[in-house]
């Protein structure tokens, strides 16, 4: 029996912990700026339509700009951009301060400076979350997603609650202002901090290139797909009550500020719950078990806070819907970094976040109408439909368990010694790989082929295609094409230990002497002058 991984066990690496315990000062000013935006929203307008785009300002530009700002992780110096990220949003948490005091904030003000604020956001989580996958070992990584959660659900357990304080007496100016000076302990651990990244030995992607190559990546890789699908379904319809919290509390449960935050601090004590029965929880129970448990569980938790018009069975409900969140996004981001290689990690997690928060975005819009519409309660019971219909794609689209393949870099290939003055930028580049096959493995072969179809396309190959000779019916030939020399070369580093396995099964069915035969071209419809000539046969010695 394998030993158990302690939840805690990540909190022994000094690095993780710092950022850890740095994070956690930034999380409850976000948290205690949250509900004095929030608030305030409430105080500038009657419009639940209004207070619900609070959440979306926040939720709509991770949406928007988790893509890029995940490829610019998986290019550039994620240190580096967490800081940026920071440092934007004090600035921007400072000016909204400085705005509240000075009275001239409007609701459309208000949205846009959370909008900005979101913006930081969408720039730094990518950057953090891949970085928490090359600070703690692969085992350790769930609980370290896991504290992650419990690290900000367990700011959300008193941060609101002290929110709502912060805001009765000093107004949501000040919340805004403690929010801004919360950032200033992850600016100073960050830079402090000196990771040790590899030096790359290929020319950096361009910025388009490397978001193409994301998507490519995660459009090729049906696991991925299917995480995206269910955290988009839980993002839409959890967010509901989030969105619709602040009315709840104003005009369900009669409450002010302070009760907004008491029942912001419930749903926070149920998430520290969620995280710490993760690690039990997924011992005894398959990860679709537990997904889709969090989603009938949240269903019924918006049906109980639908009904309820008091202020304590409020709070109950909102416990086991923390715990539910937690569960269920934890499990998803866990699903996408084990699922990842290192090399598209970043862009893999800023897709899943578009995708989660994408639907947040929508749902508080959506539910923010429909409370406009049909009232909060029945908002949150068409949520509460919308989770149990999650719940039941589960069935045809289950959440696979945790990666076992081994997504390391193969490492097998060898760069080949070319008898021309080829550089990285020249291009473009066929290859051609040719198979003799016998009559009876032609199916395992094409069987075969179909993954290996995939792979390339998913490392960055183009026009892709398998051809069979006319003549020499056994003779079997893959061709595919890349822009450069140095995407032919970024291709093959791409090729993880787990595609070994494709490759070996065409080795075995491949009968010809040796192996199969590789031809790499250029293609040329006339000849530069300098680029790519053969080389002087002094410089071949």
């Known amino acids: 029996m394998p030993d158990r991984v302690s939840p805690l066990a990540p909190f022994r690496l000094p690095t993780y912990r710092n950022l850890w315990m740095a994070s956690i000062v930034s999380n409850f000013g976000g948290l205690v700026q949250a509900v004095g935006a929030g608030w305030m929203m409430t105080e500038l307008t009657h419009s639940a339509g209004m207070v619900a785009l609070v959440q979306a300002s926040t939720t709509l530009p991770i949406m928007l700009f988790s893509l890029p700002s995940g490829a610019l992780a998986d290019s550039l110096n994620r240190r580096r951009l967490m800081l940026t990220a920071q440092l934007f949003m004090l600035t921007a948490s400072a000016a909204l301060a400085l705005a509240a005091f000075a009275d001239l904030l409007t609701p459309w003000l208000l949205l846009t400076f959370t909008f900005l604020i979101g913006a930081g ?8 979350q891949a970085s928490v996958g090359d600070i703690v070992p692969r085992k350790d990584l769930p609980s370290a997603v896991a504290l992650n959660s419990m690290g900000f659900n367990l700011m959300r357990s008193v941060g609101p609650a002290l929110g709502g ?3 009765a007496a000093g107004g949501a100016a000040a ?52 995480v995206l699908f269910r955290g988009f379904l839980f993002g839409l319809a959890a967010v509901s009550l989030l969105a619709l919290l602040p009315v709840v509390a104003r005009d369900l449960v009669g409450g002010g500020a ?24 997924r011992e005894r129970f398959q990860n679709e078990t537990i997904v889709r448990a969090g989603f009938v569980i949240f269903a019924l938790a918006l049906t109980g806070l639908g009904l309820s018009r008091a202020l304590w069975l409020s709070g109950l409900m909102l416990l086991p ?11 998803f981001n866990v699903s996408v970094q084990l699922a990842t290689p290192r090399w598209v990690v970043g862009r893999a997690l800023a897709l899943y976040q578009t995708a989660t928060f994408g639907g947040m975005a929508a749902g508080s819009f959506l ?11 029945g908002a949150l019971f068409g949520a509460a439909g919308v989770l ?13 368990a945790f990666g076992m393949q081994d997504l390391d870099p193969l490492g097998r290939f060898v760069e080949p010694s070319l008898p021309v003055d080829l550089r990285m930028r020249s291009g473009p580049i066929m290859v051609t790989v040719e198979y003799d096959v016998v009559p009876e493995n032609v199916d395992a072969f094409l069987a075969a082929m179909a993954d290996r179809r995939r792979i390339r396309i998913r490392d960055g190959a183009r026009q892709w295609v398998l051809l069979r ?63 790519d000539l053969p080389l002087k046969p002094e410089d071949l010695t």
């Open 175 to 226: 919340a805004f202002a403690i929010n801004a000076a919360s950032y200033l302990p992850l600016v100073l651990t960050l830079f402090l901090w000196r990771p040790d990244y590899a030096p790359r030995r290929l020319p950096r992607e361009t910025l388009g290139s490397a978001v193409a190559a994301g998507l490519r990546y995660v459009s090729m890789s049906p696991v991925l797909l299917k």
């Open 258 to 281: 302070f009760t907004y935050g008491v029942l912001l601090g419930c749903f926070g004590v149920g998430a520290i719950g969620g995280a710490f029965a993760g690690a039990r929880l």
């Open 321 to 331: 819907a923390g715990a539910a969140w937690v569960l269920a996004l934890s499990l």
């Open 165 to 167: 304080i912060i805001v």
């Open 367 to 377: 539910w923010g109408q429909a409370a406009e519409a049909g009232g909060v309660d």
């Open 121 to 128: 956001v969408a720039l730094h989580n990518p950057s953090w």
């Open 469 to 531: 000779d006319l003549e020499r019916p056994g003779i079997w030939a893959e061709s595919y094409h890349v822009a450069t020399w140095a995407e032919y070369l970024r291709h093959h580093e791409r090729r993880t230990k787990a595609d070994a396995e494709v490759t070996d099964r065409l080795l075995a069915l491949h009968e010809g002497p040796g192996k199969p035969r590789v031809r790499r071209m250029i293609e040329r419809q006339t000849v530069p002058l300098h680029d």
């Open 388 to 400: 149990v219909v999650g719940a039941l794609v589960g069935l045809r689209m289950p959440l696979p």
